[in-house]
């Protein structure tokens, strides 16, 4: 398939620049497996839910991934940190008039002088005098998506979390959380409704073009994850049961999808640049909770895949003229897997 085969007109105004007044206000777009469409409020996911379904979340936690400092020549650069390495070191995209060369420096404050190591492809690999992670509690900002256009917020350092994110490293929230609050949680259990977690660290790939024209010749970015044996058996107690896993999000469709790969859902660590487009054979997920995703992403392909891709299409174009929100801010989607042929 072509890139232009996930193309579709947005009008601007339907990219939410601020999440629901308040978490589980948005609205969703239930995608039956018949691909029928049925507009509901994320409120009414209880009812699209069964006893012994299991909803399988991912635990990672946003890290205010952006720096701002100046190379050894006085030049400014911006750092926007994909992965953390190690304590002291991290990989970082580099916005900069000329991008510094290994054994330079970069300044972020009088206490805080990054050495630059070396480059790997469009990343580089940057030494810190503390650990990471402390350095980004005390100089980072939030990496809000390029489409949102304000500044972060204290409200988005709360709201562009999940309220179960609890493994810091990503650089992008998995959206799909977004709208489950503790009540919500509490509803699902009561009626039934286990959860299990799954760690995929997003990294700053998520917002990268496909460049291609033909979408079998891109090659994706490479992300980390960890599938722990409770959740392997949690999967397996609820197929025994008779209920569907539902992914929340694309996210932790890809860990589980990347850990099955071998034909059986393995516990584990792992890097995973699994490309999921129409005609995958899914593994593990029956069910997925995402938002709405960009025009000729590969998001986009992945719920195609999983859905069929006129029914995405039919629900993006109702969509747009039900004027739902999109992208991370916006409103979700219920998808149904089709029943086999």
Do not use: W
């Not at 994850?225 to 397996?236: E, G, H, K, L, S």
């Amino acid at each position: 398939m072509r890139v232009a085969d996930f193309d579709f007109e947005l009008p601007s105004d339907l990219i939410a620049q601020f999440p629901a007044a308040a978490r589980g206000g948005s609205r969703l777009l239930h995608v039956d497996a018949a691909g029928g469409l049925h507009d509901r409020r994320f409120a009414d996911l209880p009812t699209l839910l069964r006893p012994d379904d299991l909803l399988v979340m991912n635990d990672t936690r946003v890290i205010k991934a952006r720096l701002f400092g100046t190379k050894d020549s006085g030049g400014k650069v911006e750092l926007l940190v994909e992965r953390v390495t190690g304590e002291c070191e991290a990989l970082v995209f580099i916005r900069a008039s000329h991008a510094p060369k290994p054994g330079s420096r970069i300044v972020l404050g009088e206490d805080c002088i990054l050495d630059v190591l070396a480059r790997q492809d469009v990343l580089t690999l940057l030494r810190f005098p503390q650990p990471v992670l402390d350095v980004l509690d005390r100089l980072g900002r939030l990496p809000l998506p390029p489409y949102i256009e304000h500044m972060p917020t204290a409200d988005d350092e709360t709201r562009y979390q999940t309220v179960y994110a609890n493994e810091p490293g990503a650089v992008a929230a998995p959206t799909a959380g977004l709208h489950f609050d503790d009540a919500m949680l509490d509803t699902l259990r009561a009626q039934g409704v286990r959860t299990a977690q799954v760690t995929l660290h997003v990294g700053a790939g998520t917002f990268q073009p496909v460049r291609v024209d033909d979408i079998a010749a891109h090659k994706m970015h490479s992300e980390r994850y960890t599938i722990p044996q409770a959740t392997v058996d949690a999967i397996q107690e609820t197929r025994a049961r008779g209920g569907r896993v539902v992914a929340v999000g694309t996210t932790s469709l890809r860990a589980l999808e990347a850990a099955a790969q071998r034909g059986k859902l393995h516990a584990g660590s792992d890097e995973t640049d699994i490309f999921i487009t129409p005609g995958y054979t899914f593994k593990v997920v029956d069910a997925l909770i995402t938002n709405f995703h960009l025009p000729k992403s590969t998001l986009l392909m992945l719920v195609s895949a999983f859905a069929g891709v006129d029914p995405i299409r039919a629900a993006y174009a109702h969509a747009i003229a039900g004027r739902y929100r999109f992208f991370s801010y916006g409103d979700a989607m219920f998808l149904e897997k089709p029943a086999p042929a």
